[in-house]
């Protein structure tokens, strides 16, 4: 039996079920899976918000292929308030270090926000500097390699303070609450992903 699970990942989870060591907390810890289902694709232990498991190894096989380049949607909480020089480096691609390699990134796109978006508190809250103002990016990306949006940011002077991915194509979070699980059937997984069987 195939099933199609979305979580709403929380930080400082392993997006994994075995420990690396005895203090790390995982996907086990937040609900009890099928044996057999495993994440698509990956959230960094410090990132948050949609992480798609499955079982379904085609699924799997065409959302991780970069020919497919699928939609991946993130609210970015960065350290000071971007210029226009860096939110225009951001949509148009830049060099970042992957694996020591440098990785030019596909065009992206980027808006600031003008007001916060609705995010529960992360536990435990970000550092907080009076003295330095924060504020919220939402970017579109059609890939996904290792820590891209935070290289990305850094590469431009903003470093990421927060990072919540909040959609896959129109597979989207939502008001679901961190931490929470919701099953989908088959094909309405692939509809909203966008994906032809």
């Given at each position: 039996?195939?099933y199609?699970f ?23 810890d ?6 057999d289902?495993?994440p ?9 918000g ?13 959302l ?10 993130y609210?970015?909480?960065?350290e ?33 926000l ?5 995010v529960?508190?992360?536990i435990?809250?970000i ?21 891209q ?10 470093p ?17 609450p961190?931490?929470?699980?919701k ?15």
């Amino acid at each position: 039996m195939l099933y199609y699970f979305v979580l709403h990942k929380p930080y400082d989870h392993l997006s994994q079920f075995t420990r690396e060591n005895p203090d790390q907390l995982t996907l086990s810890d937040l609900h009890e899976f099928p044996s057999d289902v495993y994440p698509v694709g990956r959230l960094d232990q410090d990132s948050e918000g949609l992480l798609l498991l499955t079982n379904d190894k085609k699924l799997n096989q065409l959302l991780l292929d970069p020919e497919h380049r699928h939609k991946r949607t993130y609210w970015t909480q960065v350290e000071g308030i971007p210029t226009d020089a860096a939110l225009k480096a951001l949509r148009g691609g830049l060099d970042i270090r992957i694996n020591k390699k440098t990785h030019r990134t596909l065009p992206a796109k980027v808006q600031l926000l003008h007001q916060d978006p609705p995010v529960g508190e992360r536990i435990p809250p970000i550092r907080f500097r009076q003295n330095i103002p924060t504020s919220w990016l939402k970017i579109e990306l059609v890939e996904g390699k290792n820590r891209q949006v935070r290289r990305m940011c850094a590469k431009v002077g903003f470093p990421v303070l927060r990072l919540i991915r909040i959609s896959i194509e129109k597979l989207e979070l939502g008001t679901m609450p961190i931490g929470a699980v919701k099953e989908y059937n088959g094909k309405e997984m692939y509809r909203l992903l966008n994906i032809k069987k």
